[in-house]
């Protein structure tokens, strides 16, 4: 919808320009998806995929200091459900994101971005696997999930994705400990809601809400992506039971 506004803004930093690619990427991704024939089968192997990160993590989903963090981080950014009108009005303000937002937080917004990207791209990937084998994702079994995986022969683009887990997770962190921001997103909610931006709004006062109540954010994501690497050693290994970890994980 607001692809031609993405194309004619002028940037000028590096990245900016990442991140004007990114959107721009994104954008015709999210048209492709959305008339996908395997749509639903895509978000239901998100949907599955983000019980199990609840179930591999579950003491951290169920500690009261992280769990309100890792909702948002599955709700918002890994499975973001009925999000379409949230990024198309990033796209629609993007002319003014570059200019008056930081350099600096223009790279954590194409982290996200990047992130939201890869992740959706895989599991669309993983539902065309999953039609060709004759599979249905109505009943997803960690058996099939774990060979589709492992049919992908995606690693780089997997590891790329914990990557921009990790970076992105530390820069909010970061973001959300100024106390500034908390003001701005509490006086500028009105404006946002008559400007149409709403949902846009909403999602970065969750984000700075859930991190603010989150303590020692380093060590979850710490430990969230070690087990995660573990969790991939032991798919691509055919581990009998690749969600199972040690307990010092």
């Not at 994104?26 to 395997?38: A, C, G, N, V």
């Not at 500690?63 to 459900?81: I, K, M, N, V």
Request: aromatic share 8%; net charge negative; proline share 4%.
């Amino acid at each position: 919808m607001y692809r031609e506004r993405l194309v004619a803004t002028e940037v000028h930093s590096e990245n900016a320009h990442r991140l004007k690619r990114l959107l721009l990427e994104y954008h015709d991704f999210r048209q492709l998806k959305s008339t996908h024939p395997l749509l639903d089968d895509s978000r239901r192997l998100a949907d599955w995929q983000a019980e199990r990160l609840k179930t591999t993590h579950r003491d951290l989903y169920q500690h009261p200091g992280y769990h309100t963090g890792l909702e948002f981080l599955l709700s918002d950014l890994y499975a973001p459900a009925g999000m379409t009108r949230r990024d198309d009005n990033i796209d629609r303000v993007f002319p003014k994101m570059v200019k008056w937002l930081p350099d600096h937080l223009l790279a954590t917004f194409a982290g996200l971005v990047e992130l939201n990207l890869i992740t959706q791209s895989l599991d669309l990937e993983l539902a065309e696997w999953f039609d060709q084998q004759g599979l249905s994702t109505q009943a997803i079994s960690p058996e099939a999930w774990c060979q589709g995986y492992r049919a992908s022969l995606q690693l780089p683009i997997r590891e790329r994705q914990l990557a921009l887990v990790s970076e992105t997770g530390q820069e909010l962190d970061r973001y959300v400990r100024n106390r500034t921001l908390g003001w701005l997103l509490s006086m500028t909610r009105g404006p946002a809601e008559m400007a149409e931006l709403g949902d846009l709004h909403s999602f970065l006062h969750r984000g700075y809400s859930a991190f603010r109540k989150m303590d020692k954010v380093d060590v979850l994501i710490h430990r969230l992506i070690s087990r995660e690497q573990q969790v991939m050693t032991n798919i691509l290994e055919g581990h009998p039971e690749p969600f199972a970890l040690p307990g010092d994980l």
